[in-house]
């Protein structure tokens, strides 16, 4: 606006009010006195947030004095320490990202009140992302953590902050104050491959991913070797749907399987869609995340065992408070085993899998056992070799019977 | 029935009154959204105070605004380009992602210094944005094809295109990152004195000062004017009116590119592309242009205003509000300037009585 426009308007406020003018802006006006009014209404229900801000305010005095002890006792540890969470999805997914909020929510409750945890949902992968790990930065959080690997879009901000520290679940960036920690799944998926391979007489394993990555090859892989080691005529066919998040695309991509004829139907998705569909079908299905029996109540085989977050976000959070945090210098495999059988597993498939799970813990068996060729015919594990936990983490191709990817 | 008032058209809309229309519509939004959270037993002043705060409590937020603006700003100077001659380009996200795609072939594949590779980036983004428009381009000048349908579909092609690079043939398999390319390492420098706002930011502001020139003082500028007011007309006073659709488009393609490329090498965390790197830029940038009404100093504002407003949303999720309400709100607010922007077109008048009797008599 330049000077004569300003003018202008200085002058129009000045003149007399026409009657449209006087329409107009008593509709604002009106407007905004009912404002005013349900404020004025809302102030018994406004009163106890106002208590609560104070508080929050000599929380953060608490806090500032702690932030001040850490600094002249070097090692010395937190009186309190705040923690945020950002999920990919929501937290009541039934899955993934509520598997997390009921860990982060186990583990706050160990603490009595010295660790605050918050969490901030449906977090996509674009770079208002970034501004928003900036944002919890300066909030004030000690500790963050992210169920899902955000990769650079978390990295410039954790290079910039080296004080605060960061968890990034899937995470592939290691730095002082940054390290990744996943789920040991592919002997997980392993198991749940043998009671696949049992309970589906055609061998037709049906899988829905999100993207190509090594957790994704653990999936499959694991779930076709464990297949392949009673069945010989496994296969798992891979869909992928370029998201973790989004009942839409899993059900189709489960309609897609289930009228390929699959006898057993599985998948990385954080929510329970493909559970429904395989159960209307009447086709086994098992679920990552959680128990979500009630998604599929007769089809149900078994879910990864997600509980091992907890003990994990508690074991940091107390390292936080002690001042004896130190960020890893690989990726935290945590272990995952198989969950509560489904009604209608027969005993002999849950022997089979408890027989196999002994071994794979004592070590006289490994998911990866060569030879092995992926899916394009190279040989990637020679005989008589194995693949370990850490090294599987690693793994960039699909074993021979896996198709789709 | 005939009410005592009737809305009549003005016949001149005067930029000053559609202005403050505008700012009394979003007012009267923000307004709608206090009610609507106070429904909700949340306190709308005090998500205000903390939106403002942190906005304007300190220089990140500042930053953040403008980090925020930038691809935004350069889809809606691209746009509004195109409203002045009343095309409609609303495939500027498609360009942003195809000028965001040509950046990271070159800027990942080719061996030069860096700011040799920053030079030929912007050149090949801004042709690949422009290139993404050509067909459209061609289609409505030559054959009077509907731009709106054209360029809005190209805008998913260009998305699985991106899709396919960051999951496929570009994925960056090194660091075994889930969804994007491998990220460019030759980035925009810093604006001096700030932390995360690189100099791009000037490139918007530098467009919308010269397209106000050129459309207040120059002949192509009144040209394009004409066009969109009548577009026989300005055929009949002589204008080659093919020629110039054809490159006002392909221009606005190429802003569009150019911010994808800005982006990519000037926001922070953006250094690789996958599926999210346009977070509906594109979309917001229209929404921009049109609520600007076309006007490159409206662009500006409307740009930075709903910036502020994206940004405030980043700030309050992390306060437990809700993705879903901070939605609600940018869509009542954004209505509520829209129906400023049309209420500044119209006037109430009382209905005259002896008329309004002539009419039913006349009907009857």
Redesign the interface.
Known sequence: MNESEQNDLVAGLAQPVSRRRALTMGAFGVAGLSTILAACGDKKAAAPETTAAAAETTAAATETTAAATETTAAAGGLESAKVHFVYVGPPDDNGWSEAHDLARQAAEAKFNGKIKSAFTPNIGFDASTTQLFEQLVADGNNMVIANTEYGELMGTVTDKNPDVKFLECDGHKFTSNLFGYYMAHADTAYQLGIAAGLLAPSGKIGYIGAFPTATLYNDVNGLLLGARSVNPNATVNVVLVNTFFDPQKAAQAADALLSDGVEFLFGVMDEPTFLQKAEAKGVWTGYWNLDFREAAPTKYVNNFDLTGFAPFYEDQFSKLLAGTWAAEAQTVLLDCPLGTWGPNVPQNVQDAVAAAAAKLKDGSLAVYTGPLKDSKGAEVVAAGKTIDRQGSYAVNFAVEGVTGL | MSLPFRFARRLEVNN?RST??RI?GA??GL??S??LL?LT?R?P??LLGQSLD?IFG?Q?GIE?VM??SIPILMCAIGVALSLRMKIWNIGSDGQFLMGAFAAVGVGTKLDVPHWLLIILMALIASIAGAAWILIPALARAYWGVNEIITTLLLNFVALQLV?WSA?GFW?D?K??????TE?VQAVLPRFPGLD?VSISFIVPIVLAVLFWFVFRSTRVGYEIDMIGGNANAAEFAGINVKRRIVTVMLLTGAIAGLGGML?LTG??????L??????RFGLSGFIVAALAGASFAGVLVAGLFISAM??AG??L??K?L??YIIFGIYGVVLVGIAVGET?ARF??TRTDPTSAATTTGASA
């Open positions: 000053k403050s229309y009394s007012i009267a307004v709608a206090g009610l106070l037993s306190n002043i005090r942190a300190s990140r953040g980090v925020q899709l999951l994925r398999k660091s075994q990152v889930t969804q994007s990220a995360s982006q926001a922070p965390g953006a250094q690789a996958s599926g999210g790197f346009s977070n994206f940004y980043i700030a999720q992390t437990g809700s993705v209420m006037r109430l």
